[in-house]
């Protein structure tokens, strides 16, 4: 729906809370009533993996690879669900969060792998000297490279449940070791405790979490933390994926790439001794083969990173204080992996069509940091789904923004995490207002608001504040009028 305003500014967003509650109920497709609750529950999921033995200590047993064998394992998850998401969390397999459907499109954020195939076993790359990955969101420690943790149980709990909230904890203390580690891990174990607290709100269509890491002993330890995320915004709940139209989102102008990786550069501008500059890396499909690229130096304090899918205008976003995990590392298999129409159960491959984002106490990996005697850090973080945005600008617990200005024109998308809360945005260029009215958040399509900037004048601001119908601000920010 488009509105003329007197301020000769073009809205669009939800016509009505009646139209934009049946567009909530015939696009949730996860068989549950709308609630204004946020509930828990108990469920299974089933996952295929090809045949193969682990020891005793995980190690990777030789000979056991069977690629022509599938092997089907059943694991308990817990499911907390609002009227905006649902998401399924996996403790038993490395502690993770293995799903977040949006429910307004019903679609997947996060990937899965359909076939689990272990791969680099003897190579002397991983901790376990293997690695299998099954995807979603999860904590790794006190190793990069996915860790110690990513194949053990964690301990579950529920920390809070009531109607308008639900937290839960996923736990584990790394106090085992695998004796045959390649020689760049860490020996022996650190005694860190790791807390992965998740919580989902009723009012929220984003998902609160926050790692916790204590230190118990009256040393200081050396260790890494790195929190995976394999992303595919926008996917078929049932086959997810990321898409040609795959683009990271990130407030970073600079990368750099180990020397293996190099090839992954080719055709980005340079920036420097052995940095380039970010802008056709950003594309999934530019991205030739495997590969590791860094933000360079680091986040620099940018406080968001993500992927949106541009085939559908749909993306997820972590948003969190980057100044804590300020590295980010990017990962593909290449887009010839998205392009590959294998039957993943008729001929397994480790090779898959995700973007694997990590956030970082360090910059990049086997950069070690240390946690103090007795010591404890403390991560927050929230991931938001994202609708109807081409990028983000700027991005807090609250709102997410895309704010431009042309000459003639200044142009607005956010999407706001709590999107039964009535809005009131402003759009000011010095004293005079461009724009100034009540918005109701379209959970389905996101919002959109163009302006007109009278007279033009390059090089002037342009400043959007968007606040609670009551004054409360929620998020503002500037732009420079091109």
Request: aromatic share 10%; glycine share 8%; net charge negative.
């Amino acid at each position: 729906m488009t509105v003329h305003a007197p301020s000769r500014a073009r809205v669009i967003f939800a016509v009505a809370v009646l139209s934009a509650t049946l567009a909530l109920h015939a696009d949730a497709r996860a068989d549950s009533p709308i609630s204004d609750a946020v509930s828990l529950s108990e469920s299974t999921i089933s996952w295929s993996t090809v045949q193969y033995a682990a020891s005793a200590e995980s190690g990777f047993v030789s000979g056991s690879l069977d690629k022509k064998t599938i092997v089907d394992r059943t694991f308990k998850t817990y499911v907390l669900e609002n009227r905006y998401l649902k998401v399924t969390l996996l403790p038993e397999f490395g502690g993770r969060i293995l799903s977040i459907i949006y429910k307004p499109t019903g679609h997947e954020q996060l990937y899965r792998t359909e076939v689990g195939v272990p791969y680099g076993m003897k190579a002397g790359v991983f901790y376990y000297d293997w690695l299998m990955v099954y995807g979603g969101i999860f904590p790794t420690f006190p190793d990069p490279e996915h860790g110690k943790t990513w194949l053990k149980p964690w301990d579950f709990k529920v920390e809070r449940e009531s109607a308008g909230e639900v937290t839960v904890s996923m736990s584990l203390k790394d106090d085992f070791s695998y004796s045959a580690a390649p020689t760049q891990f860490l020996k022996g174990s650190t005694g860190v405790e790791a807390t992965y607290y998740v919580t989902l709100k009723a009012d929220r269509a984003a998902l609160d979490a926050r790692v916790v890491l204590k230190n118990p002993q009256p040393k200081a330890v050396d260790y890494e933390y790195w929190t995976c995320t394999t992303l595919a915004p926008g996917s078929d709940p049932k086959n997810p994926k990321t898409t040609g139209g795959a683009e990271i989102i990130a407030p970073i102008q600079t990368y750099s790439t180990p020397g293996w990786s190099s090839n992954l550069s080719d055709g980005d501008e340079t920036a420097g001794t052995g940095k380039s500059r970010f802008e056709k890396l950003r594309y999934f499909k530019n991205w030739p083969t495997m590969g590791i690229a860094y933000a360079a130096p680091d986040m620099q304090g940018g406080n968001f990173w993500g992927v949106i899918n541009h085939d559908n205008e749909e993306g997820i976003i972590r948003i969190a204080d980057n100044t804590v995990t300020r590295g980010l590392k990017m990962w593909t298999w290449g887009f010839p992996s998205f392009t590959d129409e294998t039957d993943a159960r008729k001929s397994p491959s480790e090779a898959q069509p995700y973007v694997e984002l990590w956030a970082g106490v360090s910059d990049q990996f086997f950069h070690r940091a240390k946690l103090p005697p007795r010591g404890e850090i403390s991560i927050p973080e929230t991931y938001s789904p994202i609708v109807g945005m081409s990028n983000v600008t700027s991005a807090n617990e609250n709102i997410l923004i895309n704010f431009s200005t042309a000459v003639s024109e200044v142009n607005l998308q956010f999407f706001s995490i709590e999107p039964a809360a009535p809005l009131r945005v402003t759009l000011k260029r010095g004293d005079a207002i461009l724009f100034n009215d009540a918005v109701t958040a379209d959970p389905k399509n996101g919002n959109r608001i163009s302006a007109t900037i009278p007279g033009g004048g390059s090089g002037d601001r342009v400043r959007l504040t968007i606040t609670t119908m009551d004054g409360k601000e929620l998020i503002a920010a500037e732009t420079r009028i091109r």
